[in-house]
């Protein structure tokens, strides 16, 4: 195909979001060229063509057979599985097939695997799949404990949050202890466990703000400060106030701009007016980004000037002039 006719096509898939036809986007979908596929399943996703699911199964079908040369970059396959699952397809079959998939292409140096990307659409697609508990999260934990690729361990890890219970719980919480390479999984890990239960996660997750990985602390000060319940918010000032790590208690200022808790402005606006100087820069950089700069930023101003540092006050200048 040339790149003229290439164009052509492509201008018209996108002109189907504004005037949807299933006949249009069904060819669409049966044409050999994976970037030209991708733009057709992410239209038909957008448009909820439900009609179009069968054609989309197809053509993911399609795509798996020598899946190097027919889909590289795993561009259809990943358009076509987020589509199914936005639709809210339960092709349990599909979605496990698509979790078990890695493309490794040629790259400068090893073979690079295309289908992170994939396999974690598809981790979240299978907790809609009528499927036996059990069976949907003996696959996530596979997936949460073995996959080779960080970004789909920590999609199994939000995918057991969304079917809440004591087993997901537990899953989580063992591998918590049981840790990961990537501290990033650690702390989708906590946040997960603190989206199904922050009642009792909250001090689980705070044990950790103190512990002995300081990568794996600074992800406890951050899924804290993600939790929306006002007792993480109480949690991280609290743990400010006694933890001996600076490089927490920076984290711990930096995710309280975050908050949509009053109490965690107030006590960053405490900070400014009284903490070390350091602190008192964080804080106000933390402010400056989070959710209350404009409501805060005349008090901002006034802590900032009142202690006659020209080194605060500059950092106000320039952090709420952004």
């Given at each position: ?5 290439f ?19 069904r ?6 060229n994976n970037?030209l ?25 399609r795509?798996m ?7 590289p970059?795993?561009?259809a ?8 699952k936005?639709?809210g397809?339960d092709?349990a ?42 069976e ?7 997936a949460?404990?073995?996959?080779p ?50 009642k009792d996660y909250i001090p689980?997750?705070a044990?950790?703000l ?20 006002p ?15 600076d490089?927490v ?5 930096l995710t309280?701009?975050a908050?949509?808790?009053?109490a ?6 405490s ?13 106000i ?7 209350f700069?404009d ?14 540092d020209?080194?605060?006050?500059a950092t ?5 002039s952004?």
């Amino acid at each position: 195909m040339g790149k003229q006719g290439f164009d052509k096509k492509l201008e018209a898939i996108a002109a189907l979001r504004s005037a949807p036809d299933v006949d249009q986007l069904r060819k669409a979908l049966n044409d050999r060229n994976n970037f030209l596929v991708s733009k057709a399943a992410a239209v038909a996703g957008e448009v909820a063509m439900q009609a179009l699911i069968p054609d989309l199964a197809a053509a993911f079908d399609r795509f798996m057979t020598d899946p190097v040369k027919s889909d590289p970059k795993c561009w259809a396959k990943n358009a076509i599985t987020k589509s199914l699952k936005d639709m809210g397809c339960d092709d349990a079959a599909l979605f496990l097939r698509g979790l078990k998939h890695i493309q490794l292409e040629p790259s400068y140096g090893r073979p690079e695997d295309s289908a992170q990307t994939l396999r974690g659409t598809c981790a979240m697609a299978l907790v809609a799949c009528p499927l036996p508990r059990f069976e949907i999260l003996t696959h996530l934990v596979d997936a949460l404990a073995a996959d080779p690729a960080k970004t789909v361990r920590m999609d199994a890890a939000r995918a057991i949050a969304q079917i809440p219970g004591l087993d997901s719980l537990l899953l989580l919480r063992l591998k918590t202890f049981a840790g990961d390479p990537d501290a990033e999984v650690t702390g989708q890990c906590f946040m997960s466990l603190l989206e199904i239960d922050p009642k009792d996660y909250i001090p689980f997750v705070a044990n950790f703000l103190t512990g002995p990985d300081p990568d794996v602390r600074l992800e406890a000060a951050a899924a804290l400060g993600e939790c929306h319940d006002p007792q993480a918010s109480a949690t991280l000032i609290e743990n400010y106030q006694t933890n001996p790590s600076d490089e927490v208690k920076r984290a711990i200022l930096l995710t309280l701009g975050a908050s949509r808790q009053t109490a965690a402005a107030e006590f960053l606006l405490s900070v400014i007016a009284a903490g070390r100087q350091h602190d008192a820069i964080t804080a106000i950089g933390s402010l400056a980004a989070g959710r209350f700069r404009d409501e805060y930023r005349e008090r901002v101003q006034v802590a900032s000037t009142a202690r006659g540092d020209a080194k605060l006050a500059a950092t106000f200048e320039k952090e709420f002039s952004k």
